[in-house]
């Protein structure tokens, strides 16, 4: 399937979902307020999704001046491979991890945290690069992006169960409507994120980092690396965005986050990479 395919079954399936949830919530004038709602969303979630992205992990914009080694060695694969130089962001904790976002070559954007920088050398940091600009190359960037805003939009809606109405004067009724909510709209938005994010991409952007780069092993250290020093100090993220990261970030103990893992085992990609069996926890 491609991914216009893709983001265009998942815009639709969103577009349902919100008019289902109006229905339930508000009846008939629930479902057109639903409707007129999911259309502003579509919209944002195409043109603004990386922007949402970038903000939630409070990612600044940086130069050549302000990361030389980041800006240079991006600047180096994307014309070795003829794509569009995409922004450089960095996001401000020590937490090592990486991802790419944008709705396509010309609008993209790689973001790094500050703790990937000091764990890596630089083959491994370009191997984390090409992964990410290998996610830039295979279009994947944009299905995630939008997948992330839906996805928190829908556990926006859910939390708030008397967002499309009911009865407000009743609000008694108000935390049990919300809990029910939850159970029915989360899983539902993990179902639409799982077929747009699969594991596969992961695979696909290591595959192509690494051949991009000629050394898979840097790829294979880095993501070791990030593995296991994330362990100690992990970076928390939202289940609708955790798909974005090149490492699985933390999830905050939320409910439903088990319903949104899209990365396969670190140990199965760094496998597929070197040939090898990789064990972690020294």
Same mark, same amino acid.
């Given at each position: ?5 893709? $983001? ?28 007129? !709602? ?6 944002? =979630? *195409? ?9 939630? *992990? ?30 450089? *962001?960095?996001?401000? $904790? ?6 790419? $976002? &944008? ?18 050398? /630089? ?16 279009? #994947? ?14 556990? *926006? ?11 407000? #004067? /009743?609000?008694?009724?108000? &935390? ?21 994010? =699969? ?7 290591? #595959? ?36 974005? !990261? ?8 939320? =409910?439903?986050?088990?319903?949104? =893992? ?11 990479? $070197? ?8």
């Amino acid at each position: 399937m491609s991914n216009i395919f893709k $983001t265009t079954l998942l815009l639709t399936g969103m577009t349902l979902l919100l008019m289902l949830a109006g229905r339930a919530f508000g009846g008939q004038n629930g479902m057109l307020m639903a409707l007129a !709602f999911a259309a502003v969303l579509n919209f944002v =979630s *195409y043109f603004f999704s990386d922007k949402i992205a970038l903000a939630t *992990y409070r990612a600044q914009p940086v130069g050549r001046d302000d990361l030389p080694r980041v800006y240079n060695i991006v600047e180096r694969l994307a014309q070795k491979v003829s794509l569009p130089m995409p922004k450089v *962001y960095l996001i401000p $904790t020590d937490s090592p991890n990486a991802f790419a $976002t &944008g709705r396509d070559p010309n609008h993209a954007s790689v973001a790094v945290t500050q703790g990937i920088l000091g764990l890596l050398n /630089d083959e491994e940091l370009e191997g984390v690069l090409a992964h990410e600009l290998g996610h830039v190359r295979n279009r #994947d960037i944009l299905i995630s992006s939008i997948a992330a805003t839906l996805a928190g939009a829908i556990t *926006y809606i859910a939390r708030w169960g008397m967002f499309f109405g009911g009865d407000r #004067d /009743d609000r008694g009724r108000g &935390g049990g409507i919300a809990a029910i909510a939850m159970i029915i709209l989360a899983p539902f938005a993990a179902m639409l994120i799982q077929p747009a994010v =699969s594991r596969s991409r992961e695979y696909g952007a290591d #595959d192509t980092g690494a051949h991009w780069t000629g050394n898979p092993y840097a790829l294979a250290s880095a993501l070791a690396k990030i593995e296991a020093y994330s362990k100690r100090l992990p970076l928390v993220a939202s289940p609708s965005t955790a798909h974005l !990261f090149i490492i699985a970030p933390f999830l905050g103990g939320m =409910s439903f986050g088990n319903l949104f =893992s899209t990365h396969p085992p670190t140990a199965k990609r760094i496998e597929r990479l $070197t040939g090898r069996s990789a064990e972690f926890g020294q």
